[in-house]
Nanobody, 121 residues
Framework: QVQLVESGGGSVQAGGSLRLSCVASGATSCMGWFRQGPGQDREGIATLDSDGIPMYAGSVKGRFTISKDNAKNTLYLQMNSLKPEDTSMYYC??????????????????WGQGTQVTVSS
């Protein structure tokens, strides 16, 4: 069992930046960031596999960067050029499975509690 604890959410104006952190209690093969707004499906944003290869959804590519500090077992999401449509609850997720893709949240067995990001125009 892996526990995930996110932090770093908050309120920011459009064009601003935030960095989310996710501390994991153990190592996994793949970690990622997802978001879900009220009444919306969970949307994959980015994943990072065990080789350090990132994958991004088109909606955030070029603006968000996923990274990991293996020594600290901490996953990060640097979010730049934030837009009001980025407003959502953001979740960290992890899996032991070899598949590592942001467009299949069902593959991830471990989830954090979420951290709210609000972007005002």
């Amino acid at each position: 069992q892996v526990q995930l604890v996110e932090s770093g959410g908050g309120s920011v104006q459009a064009g601003g930046s935030l960095r989310l952190s996710c501390v994991a209690s153990g190592a996994t093969s793949c970690m990622g960031w997802f978001r879900q707004g009220p009444g919306q499906d969970r949307e994959g944003i980015a994943t990072l596999d065990s080789d350090g290869i990132p994958m991004y959804a088109g909606s955030v590519k070029g603006r968000f960067t996923i990274s990991k500090d293996n020594a600290k077992n901490t996953l990060y999401l640097q979010m730049n050029s934030l837009k009001p449509e980025d407003t959502s609850m953001y979740y960290c997720a992890a899996t032991y499975r070899p598949e590592c893709t942001y467009y299949a949240p069902a593959l991830f067995g471990f989830w954090g509690q979420g951290t709210q990001v609000t972007v005002s125009s």
